[in-house]
Nanobody
Framework: VQLQACGGGLVQAGGSLRLSCAAS????????MGWFRQAPGKEREFVAA????????RYADSVKGRFTISRDNAKNTVYLQMNSLKAEDTADYYC????????????????????WGQGTQVTVSS
């Protein structure tokens, strides 16, 4: 599985961005998908994850109510809608895929994911 993330950019605090992550392959729905982020000098942290069929999601407390993860299995794409952005959301954002589409696969731990896309940079100016 190859993942290609895009949609990052510079936005003012309070603004919105939508990240996309397109996956190769024909078994996209067999993978749970996650979004992680990494700010300079910090460890990679969990943002959101979604099951293979899109029926269940989970979020980091820091983004709950502001970010929404979704997926379109017909397009092999997962999205991260980010609203009410804050300066502390500034980071490189990464999408990741984990084999197994169930809720158990929506891990908060980066090392449990099998495939990673390249990062897309999000900068929120205050």
């Amino acid at each position: 599985v190859q993942l290609q993330a895009c949609g990052g950019g510079l936005v003012q605090a309070g603004g919105s961005l939508r990240l996309s992550c397109a996956a190769s392959g024909r078994t996209f729905s067999s993978y749970a998908m996650g979004w992680f982020r990494q700010a300079p000098g910090k460890e990679r942290e969990f943002v959101a994850a979604i099951t293979g069929n899109g029926g269940s999601t989970r979020y980091a407390d820091s983004v709950k109510g502001r970010f929404t993860i979704s997926r379109d299995n017909a397009k092999n794409t997962v999205y991260l809608q980010m609203n009410s952005l804050k300066a502390e959301d500034t980071a490189d954002y990464y999408c990741a895929a984990r084999m197994g589409g169930g809720y158990y696969a929506t891990s908060l731990v980066p090392r449990y994911y099998n495939y990673w896309g390249q990062g897309t940079q999000v900068t929120v100016s205050s």
